[in-house]
């Protein structure tokens, strides 16, 4: 199965700080990425998807370089209840396939 | 998005024995997938659900030991046969969409066995 790889943490961040995380990913054929958050004991939930040079929604950006396999999350003015798992994810064609995910990066928000 | 119920949500069971896990979704969808979360780990794609086929499985998974049902669009099965300790995993049932190429994710089976 194809590699998609993240930095596991925990990063602990204080409230209001950015923090940002990047996701590798090894197949290059890759076509379509994505960041999904999962809370404890929780099952995960889209979070962003990232399709082409990135995106933005509010307070998060996604961003995707294809030339050094890597995706990233930038998260500003970070709030307690960011705190989660973050997990890449990447499609790779093919029709019948279902995202590979990475590991996650657990983000702890500080008061 | 498509609802995706679950259950059971959680069990308890013991070494040697089955469990079928059941989801449902509140719409007709192409794709379910079952996933596997063991503890501390990610998201392993366990099979693809086809309707009215065999399921395609991933490798290192095989029909025998996770025998899939997928009788229409709506629902499907997923058994965890002759179970081992090893086998305690949050299951998580999923389905493409909303966008393409996206997954929604049942609230899953966190399975214990003794």
């Known amino acids: 199965r194809k590699e998609v790889e993240q930095d596991p943490g925990p990063f602990n961040v204080p409230e209001g700080a950015t923090v940002a995380f990047n996701c590798t990913y090894s197949n290059s054929a890759s076509q379509s990425f994505f960041w999904y958050r999962q809370d404890c004991r929780k099952e995960p939930k889209l979070l962003m998807s990232?399709?082409?040079s990135g995106n933005e929604d509010g307070r998060f950006t996604a961003q995707l370089n294809r030339a050094s396999q890597y995706i990233s999350l930038l998260i500003r003015d970070s709030k307690l209840s960011d705190s989660a798992t973050y997990l890449c994810?990447?499609?790779?064609?093919?029709?019948?396939?279902?995202?590979?995910f990475g590991k996650g990066t657990h983000l702890i928000i500080q008061p | 998005s498509a609802v995706i119920s679950q259950k059971p949500s959680r069990d308890i069971c013991q070494r040697g024995t089955s469990l079928t896990i059941q989801c449902q979704v509140d719409?007709?969808?192409?794709?379910m997938f079952w996933y596997r979360q063991q503890p501390g780990q990610s998201l392993t794609l366990i099979a693809t659900a086809n309707q009215g086929s065999e399921a395609t499985y991933e490798s290192g998974f095989v029909i025998d030991k996770f025998p899939i049902s997928r009788p229409n669009l709506t629902f499907s099965t997923l058994t965890v046969s002759n179970m081992s300790p090893e086998d305690s995993s949050i299951y998580l049932c999923?389905?493409?969409?909303?966008?393409?190429?996206?997954?929604?994710f049942g609230a899953g089976s966190r399975l214990t066995v003794l």
């Open positions: 994810a990447g499609y790779s064609g093919g029709g019948a396939d279902g995202l590979t």
């Open positions: 990232v399709y082409s």
């Open positions: 719409s007709q969808v192409t794709m």
């Open positions: 999923s389905v493409t969409g909303p966008g393409a190429n996206v997954l929604t």
